[in-house]
């Protein structure tokens, strides 16, 4: 537990440094003085201060001056302001901006004396939560991906049984499960793990351009080849290529794929020449690829090919127990990255989630909790921090909106919201946009002019 901690009191006067400094009661605390707001930050960079007491007076800009610039140095200090009695709607603007409490004068020891110890066992129940919560992740992290039920534990046994030994693996599950991640966890363990993991996009190569990423090409090639360009594979030698949305490339480059992977060779484009390589392949979708076969968009021989090694990603929603770690894992990620001092959700939030379905899964968890996060003003993240399709979710496992007399949904609307929300949370992508909603792309295309939706 701790025991002692810097305070700096910053009071023009000296008057209440003088008050605290003759106490007894204090002596267990280092108590630092500053007589200037100006240059506020100077004796906390130095002292290591833990918590601050200002003494504005009755001098609320400069209270709410100095606050902001603590803050935004250190978004965990805690500040303690003292002063003449201020209107309610005053000590809330001091407070709101970051102040821990606002203490009236004159004062007696005893209160200041309580506040803080208050702060300091607050801060050491934050300590120790902090670290059963890193115990917590460490038991339930496998090489970055987080899971405890029993789909993911599965899925990291076979891993480990599999990534040092394996030449093809198809990854398959809804979009934003995580198979990019797969990948990685894959190659960090596997016997090429000090070599390079090259990830191919599928979706974002055009069809004319599939042969020449993959297979480069000689300088004078083609119109435009002004120089000589090493494709994928060629990246990969001795490594790992990720095929992410393996779906999307198409059937003519798929044969030639399939030669690649069987006799380990191909010809860059333009070259008489035959590349030798040795490459470990991943292959991700979303897709139904037996669906795909069957129409004749997807070969069977090269499905056979890659599909030595099969691992399922569930959607979110069938293993809802994971998804307070993913949240306490995306918090703890967010709060670092925005200096921010959240300390987790409401229950009413929790309860959102929880019962929500995710159709975009951990990436729009994801997404809404970073919103989130950059949204509020508060400890705790609560509904009206979240997007107003997840405010409108009824508390039960189903995802129409709360309709009463004033908010009544057409169908339409119905479809423009849902639209406008898988646009968003897979990042404009219109291809896997299509795919989760089953439809064809012109035919997304035309919802999107019809409900006005930028893209």
């Not at 003519?252 to 590349?275: D, W």
Request: hydrophobic share 40%; aromatic share 8%; proline share 4%.
């Amino acid at each position: 537990m701790e025991k002692d901690i810097n305070i700096l009191i910053v009071d023009e006067d000296h008057s209440f440094y003088d008050l605290l400094e003759n106490s007894s009661r204090l002596d267990k605390y280092t108590i630092f003085s500053s007589d200037s707001f100006a240059d506020i930050l100077k004796p906390i960079k130095s002292n290591s201060i833990g918590i601050v007491i200002l003494d504005i007076k009755r001098d609320m800009d400069k209270g709410l001056t100095a606050i902001k610039e603590l803050k935004k140095f250190d978004s965990l200090l805690d500040i303690i302001v003292i002063g003449d009695p201020l209107p309610s709607e005053d000590i809330m603007e001091l407070i709101n901006q970051g102040a821990k409490d606002f203490l009236d004068k004159p004062l007696q020891v005893s209160v200041i004396d309580q506040l803080i110890q208050e702060i300091i066992d607050k801060k050491n129940l934050r300590r120790e939560t902090y670290q059963l919560e890193k115990k917590l992740e460490k038991k339930y992290v496998y090489q970055g991906i987080i899971g405890k039920s029993p789909y993911m534990l599965e899925i990291f046994s076979l891993i480990e049984k599999v990534a040092r030994h394996f030449s093809s693996i198809l990854i398959t599950g809804e979009t934003g499960t995580g198979k990019e991640l797969i990948a990685g966890a894959i190659h960090k363990i596997s016997n090429t793990k000090n070599a390079n993991l090259v990830i191919c996009d599928c979706t974002s190569i055009p069809s004319s351009l599939f042969e020449s990423e993959l297979f480069g090409y000689l300088k004078g090639a083609f119109t435009g080849a002004d120089k000589n360009k090493a494709g994928l594979f060629e990246e990969a030698h001795n490594g790992i290529i990720f095929f992410d949305e393996l779906a999307e490339i198409p059937v003519a480059i798929q044969s030639k794929l399939l030669r690649v992977l069987e006799y380990n060779q191909f010809r860059p484009l333009g070259s008489n020449q035959i590349k030798k390589v040795d490459v470990k392949l991943i292959a991700a979708t979303s897709r139904d690829l037996k669906t795909s076969m069957e129409r004749g968009d997807f070969r069977e021989d090269l499905f056979h090919r890659i599909n030595k090694v099969h691992i399922h990603l569930p959607p979110l929603r069938t293993r809802r127990e994971d998804i307070p770690l993913l949240v306490r894992h995306f918090l703890n990620l967010f709060r670092r990255k925005i200096s921010k001092e959240i300390k987790g959700v409401s229950r009413q939030v929790q309860k959102t989630f929880l019962n929500y379905e995710w159709p975009g899964n951990i990436r729009e968890l994801q997404n809404v909790l970073e919103s989130a996060c950059l949204i509020t003003k508060k400890e705790f993240i609560d509904m009206t921090d979240l997007p107003k399709y997840l405010q409108d979710t009824v508390p039960y496992r189903t995802q129409m909106p709360v309709i009463d007399r004033k908010n009544l949904f057409t169908l339409n609307g119905l479809e423009k919201e849902y639209i406008q929300h898988l646009v968003k949370i897979t990042g404009k992508n219109l291809r896997k946009t299509a795919s989760i909603l089953n439809i064809s792309r012109t035919t997304l295309y035309n919802k999107l002019k019809k409900y006005n939706i930028p893209h």
